[in-house]
Protein backbone atom coordinates (compact mmCIF):
# COMPACT_ATOMS: atom_id res chain seq x y z
CA UNK A 1 0.00 0.00 0.00
CA UNK A 2 1.07 3.56 -1.21
CA UNK A 3 0.44 6.70 0.49
CA UNK A 4 0.96 10.50 -0.70
CA UNK A 5 -0.40 13.27 1.54
CA UNK A 6 0.15 16.62 -0.39
CA UNK A 7 -0.05 19.66 2.44
CA UNK A 8 0.02 23.30 1.96
CA UNK A 9 -1.81 22.72 -0.95
CA UNK A 10 -4.99 25.12 -2.92
CA UNK A 11 -7.25 23.03 -3.67
CA UNK A 12 -9.31 23.57 -6.89
CA UNK A 13 -11.77 20.65 -6.76
CA UNK A 14 -13.80 21.46 -9.83
CA UNK A 15 -17.38 21.40 -7.98
CA UNK A 16 -17.20 24.87 -8.54
CA UNK A 17 -16.58 25.70 -4.96
CA UNK A 18 -13.66 27.89 -4.23
CA UNK A 19 -9.86 26.79 -3.93
CA UNK A 20 -8.92 26.20 0.04
CA UNK A 21 -5.75 25.73 1.60
CA UNK A 22 -6.00 22.39 2.51
CA UNK A 23 -4.45 18.51 2.65
CA UNK A 24 -5.44 16.06 0.68
CA UNK A 25 -4.82 11.94 0.93
CA UNK A 26 -4.10 9.21 -1.61
CA UNK A 27 -3.75 5.88 -0.72
CA UNK A 28 -2.53 3.33 -3.93
CA UNK A 29 -4.67 5.01 -6.71
CA UNK A 30 -7.39 6.88 -4.70
CA UNK A 31 -8.01 10.17 -3.26
CA UNK A 32 -9.08 8.88 0.26
CA UNK A 33 -9.42 12.26 2.17
CA UNK A 34 -9.71 16.23 1.21
CA UNK A 35 -9.58 18.59 4.17
CA UNK A 36 -8.86 22.25 4.53
CA UNK A 37 -6.38 23.24 7.32
CA UNK A 38 -3.16 21.82 7.80
CA UNK A 39 -2.19 18.93 10.48
CA UNK A 40 -5.52 16.89 9.62
CA UNK A 41 -4.94 13.78 8.07
CA UNK A 42 -2.39 11.16 9.36
CA UNK A 43 1.23 11.40 8.32
CA UNK A 44 2.39 7.81 8.98
CA UNK A 45 4.16 5.92 6.30
CA UNK A 46 3.26 8.75 3.40
CA UNK A 47 5.07 10.63 1.60
CA UNK A 48 4.80 13.94 2.20
CA UNK A 49 4.63 16.69 -0.67
CA UNK A 50 4.44 20.22 0.82
CA UNK A 51 2.97 22.06 -1.85
CA UNK A 52 4.00 25.34 -0.72
CA UNK A 53 0.70 27.06 -1.88
CA UNK A 54 0.41 25.75 -5.48
CA UNK A 55 -2.68 24.76 -7.05
CA UNK A 56 -3.59 21.14 -6.72
CA UNK A 57 -6.28 20.29 -9.45
CA UNK A 58 -7.70 17.27 -11.27
CA UNK A 59 -5.61 16.26 -14.54
CA UNK A 60 -7.12 17.97 -17.79
CA UNK A 61 -8.49 16.33 -20.48
CA UNK A 62 -8.52 16.75 -23.91
CA UNK A 63 -11.76 15.59 -26.18
CA UNK A 64 -10.41 15.66 -29.73
CA UNK A 65 -6.84 13.98 -29.67
CA UNK A 66 -4.74 12.90 -32.68
CA UNK A 67 -1.80 10.75 -30.90
CA UNK A 68 -1.13 9.83 -34.79
CA UNK A 69 -0.76 13.61 -36.07
CA UNK A 70 2.79 14.41 -36.80
CA UNK A 71 3.22 17.98 -36.43
CA UNK A 72 3.74 18.55 -39.56
CA UNK A 73 2.77 17.29 -43.85
CA UNK A 74 -0.75 15.94 -44.17
CA UNK A 75 1.00 13.93 -46.73
CA UNK A 76 2.80 12.63 -44.42
CA UNK A 77 0.12 11.29 -41.66
CA UNK A 78 -0.29 8.48 -44.85
CA UNK A 79 3.15 7.99 -46.18
CA UNK A 80 4.95 7.46 -43.09
CA UNK A 81 6.01 3.97 -42.51
CA UNK A 82 4.54 2.55 -39.42
CA UNK A 83 7.39 2.01 -37.30
CA UNK A 84 8.13 5.69 -37.17
CA UNK A 85 4.42 6.07 -36.46
CA UNK A 86 4.53 4.16 -33.62
CA UNK A 87 7.41 5.90 -32.23
CA UNK A 88 5.95 9.27 -32.93
CA UNK A 89 2.45 8.18 -31.35
CA UNK A 90 4.61 6.94 -28.31
CA UNK A 91 5.66 10.30 -27.93
CA UNK A 92 2.78 11.99 -28.34
CA UNK A 93 0.80 10.31 -25.38
CA UNK A 94 4.02 10.86 -23.37
CA UNK A 95 3.82 14.79 -24.78
CA UNK A 96 -0.16 14.83 -22.85
CA UNK A 97 1.04 13.83 -19.87
CA UNK A 98 3.82 15.96 -19.42
CA UNK A 99 1.39 19.14 -19.96
CA UNK A 100 -0.53 17.62 -17.27
CA UNK A 101 -3.36 15.78 -19.84
CA UNK A 102 -4.38 12.79 -17.69
CA UNK A 103 -7.18 11.88 -20.18
CA UNK A 104 -7.65 11.83 -23.98
CA UNK A 105 -10.69 10.58 -26.28
CA UNK A 106 -9.19 9.62 -29.50
CA UNK A 107 -10.41 11.73 -32.54
CA UNK A 108 -9.21 9.00 -35.31
CA UNK A 109 -5.73 7.00 -35.67
CA UNK A 110 -4.06 7.70 -39.09
CA UNK A 111 -3.29 4.15 -39.57
CA UNK A 112 -6.12 1.19 -38.77
CA UNK A 113 -4.57 0.08 -35.25
CA UNK A 114 -1.90 2.98 -33.69
CA UNK A 115 -4.47 4.32 -31.57
CA UNK A 116 -5.22 0.81 -30.08
CA UNK A 117 -1.79 -0.15 -29.46
CA UNK A 118 -0.82 2.85 -27.98
CA UNK A 119 -3.79 2.55 -25.45
CA UNK A 120 -3.08 -0.80 -24.70
CA UNK A 121 0.88 -0.26 -24.20
CA UNK A 122 -0.26 2.83 -21.64
CA UNK A 123 -2.75 0.90 -20.15
CA UNK A 124 0.14 -2.39 -19.55
CA UNK A 125 2.48 0.19 -17.87
CA UNK A 126 4.88 -0.38 -20.98
CA UNK A 127 5.02 3.13 -22.27
CA UNK A 128 3.90 6.80 -20.52
CA UNK A 129 0.60 8.24 -21.37
CA UNK A 130 -3.04 9.60 -20.34
CA UNK A 131 -5.68 7.53 -19.64
CA UNK A 132 -6.63 6.85 -23.26
CA UNK A 133 -10.41 6.08 -25.12
CA UNK A 134 -8.92 5.16 -28.80
CA UNK A 135 -10.82 5.38 -32.57
CA UNK A 136 -9.71 4.01 -35.76
CA UNK A 137 -9.15 5.38 -38.97
CA UNK A 138 -12.08 8.06 -40.12
CA UNK A 139 -14.53 6.42 -42.29
CA UNK A 140 -16.24 8.91 -45.05
CA UNK A 141 -18.14 8.38 -48.42
CA UNK A 142 -16.26 8.99 -51.46
CA UNK A 143 -15.08 12.18 -52.46
CA UNK A 144 -15.96 12.87 -48.76
CA UNK A 145 -12.06 11.98 -46.96
CA UNK A 146 -10.54 15.15 -45.71
CA UNK A 147 -6.42 13.68 -45.92
CA UNK A 148 -5.99 11.12 -48.35
CA UNK A 149 -4.27 7.79 -47.50
CA UNK A 150 -5.29 7.81 -43.91
CA UNK A 151 -9.33 7.33 -44.36
CA UNK A 152 -11.62 4.58 -44.99
CA UNK A 153 -14.09 4.72 -47.65
CA UNK A 154 -18.16 2.97 -47.40
CA UNK A 155 -20.68 3.80 -49.53
CA UNK A 156 -23.93 3.45 -48.99
CA UNK A 157 -25.69 1.17 -46.09
CA UNK A 158 -24.31 -1.96 -46.09
CA UNK A 159 -20.54 -1.08 -47.64
CA UNK A 160 -21.35 1.42 -43.84
CA UNK A 161 -22.08 -1.87 -41.71
CA UNK A 162 -19.02 -3.30 -43.23
CA UNK A 163 -16.50 -1.30 -42.73
CA UNK A 164 -17.82 -0.17 -39.05
CA UNK A 165 -17.68 -3.64 -38.25
CA UNK A 166 -14.02 -3.78 -39.25
CA UNK A 167 -12.67 -1.08 -37.58
CA UNK A 168 -14.53 -1.81 -34.35
CA UNK A 169 -13.11 -5.45 -34.59
CA UNK A 170 -9.89 -3.77 -33.91
CA UNK A 171 -10.54 -3.25 -30.60
CA UNK A 172 -11.35 0.50 -30.61
CA UNK A 173 -13.63 2.50 -27.81
CA UNK A 174 -15.03 4.58 -30.61
CA UNK A 175 -15.50 5.56 -34.26
CA UNK A 176 -15.61 8.44 -36.47
CA UNK A 177 -17.07 9.30 -39.33
CA UNK A 178 -15.64 12.46 -41.65
CA UNK A 179 -19.33 13.72 -42.80
CA UNK A 180 -18.88 17.29 -43.74
CA UNK A 181 -16.20 19.40 -45.45
CA UNK A 182 -13.17 21.52 -44.16
CA UNK A 183 -11.82 24.52 -46.01
CA UNK A 184 -8.31 23.89 -46.30
CA UNK A 185 -8.72 20.96 -48.77
CA UNK A 186 -9.59 23.67 -51.67
CA UNK A 187 -12.73 21.14 -52.74
CA UNK A 188 -14.61 20.69 -49.35
CA UNK A 189 -16.69 23.18 -47.81
CA UNK A 190 -17.38 23.50 -44.47
CA UNK A 191 -21.17 24.13 -45.29
CA UNK A 192 -21.79 20.96 -46.74
CA UNK A 193 -22.29 17.74 -45.85
CA UNK A 194 -21.38 14.20 -47.47
CA UNK A 195 -23.39 11.45 -46.38
CA UNK A 196 -26.80 10.42 -45.98
CA UNK A 197 -28.72 10.07 -42.75
CA UNK A 198 -29.22 6.58 -43.39
CA UNK A 199 -25.40 6.06 -43.91
CA UNK A 200 -24.95 7.41 -40.51
CA UNK A 201 -27.87 5.85 -38.72
CA UNK A 202 -26.48 2.02 -39.59
CA UNK A 203 -23.04 3.45 -38.06
CA UNK A 204 -24.29 4.22 -34.65
CA UNK A 205 -26.66 1.12 -34.89
CA UNK A 206 -23.72 -1.11 -35.44
CA UNK A 207 -21.17 0.78 -33.06
CA UNK A 208 -23.88 1.25 -30.05
CA UNK A 209 -24.61 -2.64 -30.72
CA UNK A 210 -21.52 -3.26 -29.53
CA UNK A 211 -21.02 -0.80 -26.74
CA UNK A 212 -18.44 1.39 -29.06
CA UNK A 213 -19.47 5.32 -29.11
CA UNK A 214 -19.49 7.41 -32.41
CA UNK A 215 -18.12 10.61 -33.37
CA UNK A 216 -18.62 13.44 -36.27
CA UNK A 217 -16.56 15.58 -37.87
CA UNK A 218 -19.37 17.48 -38.86
CA UNK A 219 -19.06 21.46 -39.38
CA UNK A 220 -22.51 21.81 -41.91
CA UNK A 221 -25.55 22.89 -40.52
CA UNK A 222 -27.04 18.94 -42.04
CA UNK A 223 -24.13 17.33 -40.74
CA UNK A 224 -24.99 18.72 -36.90
CA UNK A 225 -28.07 18.14 -37.34
CA UNK A 226 -28.16 13.97 -38.57
CA UNK A 227 -25.56 13.17 -35.95
CA UNK A 228 -27.93 14.48 -33.45
CA UNK A 229 -31.18 12.84 -34.88
CA UNK A 230 -29.13 9.48 -35.43
CA UNK A 231 -27.21 9.46 -31.83
CA UNK A 232 -24.25 10.14 -32.26
CA UNK A 233 -22.44 10.72 -29.26
CA UNK A 234 -19.31 13.18 -29.57
CA UNK A 235 -19.80 15.77 -32.82
CA UNK A 236 -17.16 17.92 -33.49
CA UNK A 237 -16.96 21.45 -34.77
CA UNK A 238 -20.20 21.84 -34.86
CA UNK A 239 -19.85 25.59 -36.94
CA UNK A 240 -22.97 26.13 -38.47
CA UNK A 241 -25.38 25.25 -36.50
CA UNK A 242 -28.56 26.82 -36.79
CA UNK A 243 -31.51 27.35 -34.52
CA UNK A 244 -32.71 24.02 -35.26
CA UNK A 245 -29.90 22.43 -34.73
CA UNK A 246 -29.49 24.23 -31.15
CA UNK A 247 -32.81 22.79 -30.55
CA UNK A 248 -32.17 19.58 -31.26
CA UNK A 249 -28.25 19.76 -29.14
CA UNK A 250 -30.27 21.44 -26.06
CA UNK A 251 -32.98 18.16 -26.39
CA UNK A 252 -29.98 16.06 -25.95
CA UNK A 253 -27.56 17.63 -23.72
CA UNK A 254 -27.59 14.59 -21.70
CA UNK A 255 -26.32 12.31 -24.17
CA UNK A 256 -24.42 14.00 -26.22
CA UNK A 257 -20.81 16.12 -26.34
CA UNK A 258 -19.44 18.77 -28.81
CA UNK A 259 -15.70 19.26 -28.80
CA UNK A 260 -15.58 22.75 -31.23
CA UNK A 261 -11.94 22.29 -31.78
CA UNK A 262 -11.64 26.02 -32.24
CA UNK A 263 -7.52 26.27 -32.12
CA UNK A 264 -7.57 24.56 -35.35
CA UNK A 265 -9.57 27.70 -36.67
CA UNK A 266 -7.62 30.05 -34.61
CA UNK A 267 -4.66 28.89 -35.62
CA UNK A 268 -5.23 28.65 -39.09
CA UNK A 269 -6.09 32.29 -39.26
CA UNK A 270 -2.99 33.48 -37.40
CA UNK A 271 -0.28 31.08 -37.37
CA UNK A 272 -0.46 29.34 -40.56
CA UNK A 273 1.61 31.94 -43.13
CA UNK A 274 4.93 30.35 -41.68
CA UNK A 275 4.12 26.93 -43.17
CA UNK A 276 2.45 28.65 -46.60
CA UNK A 277 -1.24 29.08 -45.79
CA UNK A 278 -1.43 32.73 -45.31
CA UNK A 279 -4.29 34.91 -43.33
CA UNK A 280 -5.43 35.77 -46.46
CA UNK A 281 -5.56 32.47 -48.31
CA UNK A 282 -7.58 31.24 -44.59
CA UNK A 283 -10.07 34.26 -45.24
CA UNK A 284 -10.92 33.54 -48.59
CA UNK A 285 -11.47 30.30 -47.86
CA UNK A 286 -13.99 31.33 -45.48
CA UNK A 287 -12.05 30.60 -41.63
CA UNK A 288 -12.06 33.87 -40.82
CA UNK A 289 -15.99 33.62 -41.06
CA UNK A 290 -16.31 30.46 -39.74
CA UNK A 291 -14.71 31.56 -36.56
CA UNK A 292 -17.12 34.10 -36.23
CA UNK A 293 -20.57 32.35 -36.44
CA UNK A 294 -19.00 29.12 -34.25
CA UNK A 295 -17.54 31.10 -31.36
CA UNK A 296 -21.48 32.60 -31.31
CA UNK A 297 -22.59 29.00 -31.64
CA UNK A 298 -19.91 27.70 -28.45
CA UNK A 299 -21.41 31.06 -27.00
CA UNK A 300 -24.83 30.28 -27.21
CA UNK A 301 -24.21 26.00 -26.36
CA UNK A 302 -22.71 27.53 -22.98
CA UNK A 303 -25.76 29.68 -22.54
CA UNK A 304 -28.15 26.60 -23.11
CA UNK A 305 -25.91 24.03 -20.49
CA UNK A 306 -25.04 21.89 -23.41
CA UNK A 307 -21.24 20.10 -22.68
CA UNK A 308 -18.76 21.94 -24.28
CA UNK A 309 -15.22 20.42 -23.70
CA UNK A 310 -11.64 21.40 -25.01
CA UNK A 311 -9.65 19.73 -27.49
CA UNK A 312 -8.36 21.80 -30.01
CA UNK A 313 -7.18 18.71 -33.26
CA UNK A 314 -3.54 18.98 -32.08
CA UNK A 315 -0.63 17.29 -34.10
CA UNK A 316 -0.61 19.62 -37.06
CA UNK A 317 2.20 22.22 -38.06
CA UNK A 318 0.68 25.17 -37.00
CA UNK A 319 -1.53 23.67 -34.00
CA UNK A 320 2.14 21.17 -32.11
CA UNK A 321 1.91 19.03 -29.67
CA UNK A 322 2.66 20.48 -26.07
CA UNK A 323 0.17 23.72 -27.19
CA UNK A 324 -3.22 21.83 -25.91
CA UNK A 325 -3.93 24.17 -23.25
CA UNK A 326 -4.16 27.66 -26.05
CA UNK A 327 -8.23 25.92 -25.89
CA UNK A 328 -8.76 26.87 -22.53
CA UNK A 329 -7.51 30.38 -23.23
CA UNK A 330 -10.00 30.14 -26.09
CA UNK A 331 -12.76 29.02 -24.27
CA UNK A 332 -12.36 32.33 -21.52
CA UNK A 333 -11.77 34.97 -24.40
CA UNK A 334 -13.55 33.69 -27.22
CA UNK A 335 -17.08 32.02 -25.64
CA UNK A 336 -17.27 33.89 -22.63
CA UNK A 337 -16.66 31.22 -20.11
CA UNK A 338 -15.15 31.98 -16.43
CA UNK A 339 -12.03 30.59 -15.27
CA UNK A 340 -13.70 28.63 -13.59
CA UNK A 341 -16.05 27.25 -16.29
CA UNK A 342 -13.36 26.37 -18.22
CA UNK A 343 -11.54 24.14 -15.41
CA UNK A 344 -14.84 22.43 -15.16
CA UNK A 345 -14.84 21.66 -18.71
CA UNK A 346 -11.38 20.41 -18.86
CA UNK A 347 -11.90 18.20 -15.74
CA UNK A 348 -15.15 17.15 -14.29
CA UNK A 349 -17.04 17.13 -18.04
CA UNK A 350 -13.88 14.83 -19.00
CA UNK A 351 -14.94 12.54 -16.21
CA UNK A 352 -18.61 12.47 -17.74
CA UNK A 353 -16.87 11.81 -21.69
CA UNK A 354 -15.19 8.86 -19.80
CA UNK A 355 -18.02 7.93 -18.34
CA UNK A 356 -16.62 8.09 -15.00
CA UNK A 357 -18.18 10.95 -13.33
CA UNK A 358 -17.88 10.17 -9.68
CA UNK A 359 -14.05 8.34 -10.36
CA UNK A 360 -12.41 11.37 -12.90
CA UNK A 361 -11.99 14.93 -13.16
CA UNK A 362 -12.58 16.09 -9.58
CA UNK A 363 -10.22 16.01 -6.55
CA UNK A 364 -12.80 14.28 -3.86
CA UNK A 365 -12.31 11.30 -1.78
CA UNK A 366 -13.03 8.10 -4.28
CA UNK A 367 -11.76 9.65 -7.23
CA UNK A 368 -8.80 8.50 -8.48
CA UNK A 369 -5.12 10.65 -8.17
CA UNK A 370 -5.01 11.99 -11.43
CA UNK A 371 -3.59 15.18 -10.67
CA UNK A 372 -1.67 18.20 -11.40
CA UNK A 373 -0.01 20.54 -9.21
CA UNK A 374 0.66 24.06 -11.18
CA UNK A 375 2.30 26.95 -9.85
CA UNK A 376 0.16 29.81 -9.82
CA UNK A 377 -4.11 29.84 -9.77
CA UNK A 378 -5.55 29.29 -13.09
CA UNK A 379 -8.45 31.14 -11.94
CA UNK A 380 -6.55 34.12 -12.15
CA UNK A 381 -4.56 33.14 -15.43
CA UNK A 382 -5.76 30.56 -17.46
CA UNK A 383 -2.62 30.76 -19.55
CA UNK A 384 -0.33 29.33 -17.07
CA UNK A 385 -1.88 25.89 -17.73
CA UNK A 386 0.30 26.63 -21.23
CA UNK A 387 3.31 26.77 -19.84
CA UNK A 388 5.24 23.33 -18.98
CA UNK A 389 7.31 24.82 -16.22
CA UNK A 390 3.92 26.19 -14.34
CA UNK A 391 3.10 22.38 -14.02
CA UNK A 392 5.43 20.89 -11.10
CA UNK A 393 3.75 17.55 -10.84
CA UNK A 394 1.64 15.44 -12.98
CA UNK A 395 0.27 12.41 -10.83
CA UNK A 396 -2.03 9.63 -12.61
CA UNK A 397 -3.29 6.72 -10.76
CA UNK A 398 -1.67 7.50 -7.57
CA UNK A 399 1.69 7.62 -9.00
CA UNK A 400 3.76 10.26 -10.20
CA UNK A 401 4.79 11.02 -13.42
CA UNK A 402 6.18 13.93 -12.77
CA UNK A 403 7.81 14.47 -9.52
CA UNK A 404 7.32 17.68 -7.82
CA UNK A 405 9.72 20.50 -8.16
CA UNK A 406 11.72 20.31 -5.30
CA UNK A 407 12.26 16.71 -5.68
CA UNK A 408 14.03 16.51 -9.06
CA UNK A 409 16.28 18.76 -11.23
CA UNK A 410 14.81 21.67 -12.33
CA UNK A 411 14.43 22.66 -16.09
CA UNK A 412 16.73 25.08 -17.54
CA UNK A 413 15.08 28.51 -17.69
CA UNK A 414 16.08 28.41 -21.51
CA UNK A 415 14.79 24.70 -22.31
CA UNK A 416 12.05 24.63 -24.47
CA UNK A 417 8.95 23.44 -23.91
CA UNK A 418 8.89 20.73 -26.26
CA UNK A 419 12.27 19.83 -25.67
CA UNK A 420 11.37 19.47 -21.94
CA UNK A 421 8.27 17.44 -22.95
CA UNK A 422 10.83 15.05 -24.62
CA UNK A 423 13.53 14.66 -22.11
CA UNK A 424 11.43 12.09 -20.06
CA UNK A 425 10.70 9.45 -22.88
Keep these: MSKTLFTNVNILDSTGAQPFLGEVLIVDERITDVRPGSGNLPREGAKIIDGRGQTL ?103 MRKVVRETIGLGVDQIKLSISGEEITGTQAATDTYITEEELQVAVDEAHRRHVRVCTHARSRDSVIISIKTGVDMIYHASYIDDEGMDLLEAAKDRVFVAPAINWLVATINDAEAFGYSHEDAEKAGYVHELEVAI ?69 PGFYADLILVDGNPLEDITILQDITKITAVMKNGEFHREPVENTPAAPESADPADLALTHL
Design 57 to 159: MSGLCDAHTHFTWNNGSLDALGTMHVEEHLLHSIRSAKTYIDYGYTMCFGAASAKKRLDVVVRNAINAGDVPGPRYLANGQEIATTAGELVPGITQVADGVEE
Design 296 to 364: KGMQEMRRRGIRVLPGGDYGFAWTPHGTYARDLEHFVKLFGYTEMETIIAATALGGELFQKPNELGKVL
